[in-house]
């Protein structure tokens, strides 16, 4: 008799602890988030560190939780997730300098992020052909300037008109201490100078002697003699 018991209790256990089992994992799916009881910008932030996106209300805040997810996942995909044109920029323009990847760059339609990625992958790869792409000037010359100096190249001073052209040239003469590029410039002035920030900063006092103005000869000399 117990054992005819214990074989008609035994099924109706296992079923008991499999409904038991079940009821806890679907009560587990509906445990409140621990953000949802905060307010405003803490409930915000609380998203933001979790990386909940989707439930941010402030715009701001979601957009930047969605850069640094896209970070995290390295997708450009979420960077379209962005609402506004100029964050959706930044998202693209860190993504491709995480990647090292140009072609991102083409994806962009803000100019200033635009710009910063074409200058930036050119400026960590000396690919002067992107500098070329970039739209504002100013930045444009720096990116030329920056990868002359950072393969001593003064050729790529050669595309400027002059002033722009002189100093592209002068900086990357006293950079890569190149008495050579000093010959370059188109002012007499201009190359006494120039070989004059070269002999300061190689502390060479032979170089003083291929200077030209007297008053630079003069200071060029004064500033190597030896400190007493």
Not at 47 to 57: M, R
Not at 83 to 92: F, I, N, S, V
Not at 165 to 193: G, P, T, W, Y
């Amino acid at each position: 008799m117990k054992t005819t018991i214990k074989l008609f209790l035994l099924p109706i256990l296992i079923i008991s602890l499999f409904s038991l089992s079940s009821c806890s994992s679907i009560t587990g799916l509906f445990v409140a988030d621990e953000c949802s009881s905060l307010e405003n910008n803490a409930k915000d932030q609380c998203y933001l560190e979790s990386k909940t996106c989707s439930k941010i209300k402030n715009i701001e805040v979601r957009n930047a939780c969605v850069v640094e997810l896209a970070l995290l996942k390295e997708d450009l995909s979420v960077c379209s997730l962005i609402t506004t044109e100029k964050a959706r920029g930044y998202c693209q323009e860190s993504l491709a300098e995480l990647k090292n990847d140009h072609s991102i760059c083409k994806e962009i339609k803000d100019k200033y992020w635009k710009d910063n990625c074409n200058y930036n992958l050119a400026v960590k790869n000396n690919k002067d052909i992107f500098c070329s792409l970039i739209y504002t000037n100013e930045q444009r010359i720096d990116c030329f300037q920056t990868i002359a100096i950072n393969t001593k190249n003064p050729e790529l001073c050669e595309m400027f008109d002059n002033p722009e052209k002189n100093n592209c040239i002068f900086k990357v003469a006293v950079e890569s201490l190149d008495l050579s590029s000093c010959q370059l410039l188109s002012i007499a002035l201009d190359r006494d100078v120039c070989r004059y920030n070269i002999a300061k900063r190689s502390q060479d006092k032979t170089i003083c002697e291929k200077i030209g103005e007297a008053d630079i000869k003069k200071a060029c000399f004064d500033n190597l003699k030896p400190k007493n």
